[in-house]
């Protein structure tokens, strides 16, 4: 699972390789600008040459879409599929799949840094919205009428991005705004998913981000996620209800699974690399040698030099 960036986002969605940002992002060199932008999803999506499938991993922007056609969301817990036309509110703390079911499809989807709605603008942290919290339920059935009145903002915010008006990001800061409100007096979409396939997800997903980080192939690498605590907060879940899916599809918890990893990481790198004790430590996320030293021996019954000799 990677983090995907704002720039990292149109090359995954249009295959811009090569193609010049500057196109995409007024960058005038104000990062604390943030970053905004609007698109009518029927002038990208299947084009021919842009991807309409997205990946399930962790964003650095915020994303609102207005969805009119048959589409699939995958989150960790829950997969939920939109019939008809709904709204997906995407926030960088909750990675999910995003997967359209047909070619009928049409709508409107922005998306923004969190310097563009940081709280020197909008007077309150955006992460404290309700709709925007970890467990908030994201994606909203809308009637007609309700799509007719969110469409209406989009096409606004189409309109005024393109203008030359001095403060039109400031009108689009309150578009944005006006989207988030209208969002949170929605009924979300129940989920379609059962508990045994949730469970298989979630069990799948930690599997693929404890593997992303090995093998280790140079003492610069360092882990970057060792605690349950950090695997349930980058997969979106509780900690506990990490720990009880893993008991029940593995039999073992979050912490055993890791650590026997790392163990065997540990193994490896002591075996097959002339690197010292200190920097095998330092690569797999220990920052004192004595704790790695103790952990290692607690997961093998000997010390790092006599498994090594």
């Not at 430590?281 to 093998?300: C, D, P």
Request: proline residues 3%.
């Amino acid at each position: 699972m990677e983090n995907i960036s704002i720039i990292d986002f149109y090359k995954e969605i249009f295959d811009l390789k090569g193609f010049p940002m500057d196109f995409l992002i007024d960058s005038k060199g104000n990062t604390e600008l943030g970053h905004f932008n609007v698109f009518d999803t029927a002038k990208f999506y299947f084009s021919g040459t842009k991807k309409s499938a997205m990946t399930s991993n962790r964003r650095l922007y915020y994303k609102i879409s207005l969805i009119k056609g048959k589409n699939l969301v995958e989150y960790a817990d829950k997969t939920v599929l939109i019939e008809q036309q709904g709204i997906l509110f995407a926030t960088p703390k909750i990675p999910y799949r995003y997967t359209p079911q047909n070619k009928k499809q049409s709508g409107f989807f922005c998306v923004f840094t969190k310097e563009f709605m940081s709280k020197s603008k909008t007077g309150f942290h955006i992460d404290e919205l309700p709709i925007f919290k970890p467990n908030s339920d994201f994606v909203y059935q809308l009637n007609n009428k309700q799509f007719l009145e969110l469409e209406s903002i989009f096409k606004k915010m189409d309109a005024e991005i393109s203008s030359d008006y001095t403060f039109k990001y400031d009108l689009l800061r309150n578009y944005v705004l006006e989207l988030i409100h209208l969002g949170q007096k929605l009924k979300p979409i129940k989920s379609t998913e059962t508990a045994t396939n949730a469970a298989s997800r979630i069990s799948s997903l930690f599997i693929e981000l404890l593997e992303r980080q090995f093998p280790i192939e140079n003492n610069a690498q360092v882990i970057q996620l060792k605690t349950p605590i950090e695997f349930a907060k980058n997969l979106g879940v509780h900690i506990n209800h990490l720990n009880k899916v893993l008991k029940e599809t593995t039999g073992k918890s979050t912490t055993e699974i890791v650590n026997g990893r790392i163990a065997e990481e540990a193994k490896i790198l002591l075996k097959k690399t002339q690197w010292n004790v200190t920097e095998i430590a330092f690569a797999l996320g220990f920052e004192e040698v004595a704790h790695f030293s103790n952990f290692f021996k607690k997961q093998t019954k000997l010390s790092p030099l006599k498994y090594r000799n």
